[in-house]
């Protein structure tokens, strides 16, 4: 959790508003995914990055290896945006991902 | 092409009893890994393997944990006299070519123990 911070740790937004989400690391990470973990409790892939930005639908990540963080932004959010985020990382040195602690979004009508 | 399958989905024990995850990971996937997830915390690796090869078991209570995945393709993790503390979802996950690679969750194993 220390070498991966999540912030906020939650989130409520109403639908159609924007957001953002952000990762910061203490560890030389050299690629990141970030997924959502349903109220059932599946997780899915939302994005893997090296460093850059990559857009899907709604959805836009960054990652910047040199300032050491990564974003999430969700655009026009809607109720099925609902559920927690967490970003993962891969980082120099490393074994296996460290995953954050997580941000958990709320979206109402 | 189907996802990671996992069961059983659900298993409810009282302390002391022994219970086994089974993992399918996407075909093609040399590297498997179990994750356990406590309520409201992210996941955390136990042990991963690239093909039938542990790579790290670092985090996995040996005393009472253990994993395999004998031919390299579906794996089992199985815990010997629960505890409490154990009460998590155990989640499996898979990727091609190494940690580094896009990491796939199975709908994970939601574990009880009373």
């Known amino acids: 959790g220390d070498k991966v911070k999540q912030s906020p740790s939650a989130l409520s937004l109403q639908e159609g508003t924007n957001s953002a989400l952000r990762c910061n690391f203490s560890?030389?990470?050299?690629?990141v995914q970030w997924f959502l973990q349903n109220p059932r409790g599946s997780l899915m892939n939302l994005f893997y990055l090296v460093p850059g930005t990559k857009e899907n639908g709604r959805l836009k990540s960054a990652f910047d290896s040199k300032e050491s963080y990564s974003t999430l932004h969700i655009r026009d959010a809607q109720l099925e945006d609902s559920g927690t985020y967490f970003c993962?990382?891969?980082?120099?040195?490393?074994?296996?991902?460290?995953f954050g602690t997580g941000t958990t979004v709320s979206v109402s009508p | 092409e189907a996802g990671v399958t996992q069961s059983p989905r659900y298993a409810v024990l009282q302390e002391g009893q022994a219970v086994s995850f089974w993992c399918d990971p996407i075909?093609?996937?040399?590297?498997l890994y179990w994750y356990q997830q406590p309520r409201d915390q992210g996941p955390q690796l136990l042990v991963y393997f690239r093909d039938e090869a542990v790579i790290d078991n670092s985090q996995l209570p040996s005393d009472r944990f253990s994993a395999v995945r004998p031919k390299g393709t579906n794996s089992t993790l199985k815990i010997q006299s629960a505890k409490q503390g154990d009460t998590a979802t155990y989640l499996c996950a898979s990727s091609l070519v190494g940690y580094t690679g896009q990491l796939y969750f199975g709908e994970g194993s939601k574990l009880t123990v009373l």
């Open positions: 075909s093609g996937h040399d590297t």
């Open positions: 560890i030389a990470a050299t690629t």
């Open positions: 993962a990382a891969a980082y120099q040195g490393g074994r296996a991902l460290i």
